[in-house]
């Protein structure tokens, strides 16, 4: 087994053995400047959790070979920053540098139909990297920070970190083979080597990056999941008050009464005379309370009518 870094070496002398963990090392907030500091030492004085960045640097520093890793002590805030910083770096600063570079070291002219091919071809990759990690972004990431802060599980659940990451870090190596097959190269190409060269790089930056993801990421949300469904357990088998967690859709005022008049045992078409309302729609007022509370029988949202303080025990129906 490949030897583990561990928190009292020097950040100098992990740097040292591999260049790719500058990377990490920039990605997690940790800057240049660190001197003799060892590990936990430099993460302290910059915010970062130990037991995080070094999970990630042992991971990578072994290949990232794509296996599960062991998240017991994994920070999920941490590794969010992480993986966001991450985004920032390819979109907003080496896909762009790597435009820049192709278009000076390829032949634009109206002559050379292959460039303009290429061209394209980086552009439309370029646009489906930023459609998945906006993805990340807007859907998964936001659904992470909800749990961090004790929400619930959506309805998709962990369904919702299905990654797709096979085409993200694929079509570079498409990208690559296109310039060494087919494209005109002139004598000596020194530019047009160095972009092959950058792009040899990127595809392996962003596999490895997939790869944190699916085998560091998507295990420590699922503990996170785990513990967060563990803790609303207890809570309701405790009748502790507790808040609506975020995440949760609120009830509205009518589907609240609703949940009362279930709570007292009332059939459908006795809370539709009750509320004046018609069979139908406390039927989909119903529908909709399921959906929203992931609660589909009668004997459930009783207890959560209780548990939430919307009737007493005295006026359940049991």
Known sequence: MAVQYKPTDKLSFVIANDYRLLQVMS????????????????CRQCGVDTDTFLTVI????????????????????????????????????????????LLSSIDCSVKNEIAF????????????VRK????????????????????????????????????????LNE?????????????????LNSV????????????IHCLVEDNIFIPAVKKLEHLNRQRRAVDEISGNETEPMAGDEQLS?????????VAKG??????AEALCLSVNTVTTHRRNIARKLQIHSSAGITIYAIVNKLVTLDEVNV
Do not use: W
């Open 27 to 42: 990605r997690f907030g940790i800057s240049f400047g660190f001197g003799e500091k060892t590990i936990q030492d430099v």
């Open 58 to 101: 042992n991971y990578v520093k072994d290949g990232a070979e794509d296996r599960l890793q062991k998240v017991e002590h994994v920070s999920v805030k941490s590794l969010l920053g992480y993986l966001r910083k991450t985004h920032v770096y390819f979109l907003e600063y080496q896909l762009p540098t790597m435009r820049r570079h």
């Open 117 to 128: 091919i290429v061209l394209k071809f980086f552009d439309e990759y370029v646009d489906e």
């Open 132 to 171: 998945h990690m906006e993805y990340e972004e807007n859907k998964v990431f936001t659904y992470v920070e909800k749990l961090l802060e004790g929400g619930a599980m959506s309805i998709e659940g962990m369904h919702t970190l299905s990654y797709h990451h096979e085409s993200v870090d694929g079509k």
């Open 175 to 191: 990208l690559k083979n296109l310039f060494m097959q087919y494209y005109p190269q002139k004598e000596n190409n020194n530019e």
């Open 196 to 207: 092959v060269i950058d792009i040899y790089q990127t595809a392996e930056d962003l596999s």
């Open 253 to 261: 005022e009518r589907e609240k009464e609703i949940v009362i008049c």
């Open 266 to 271: 009332m059939a459908n078409k006795e809370i």
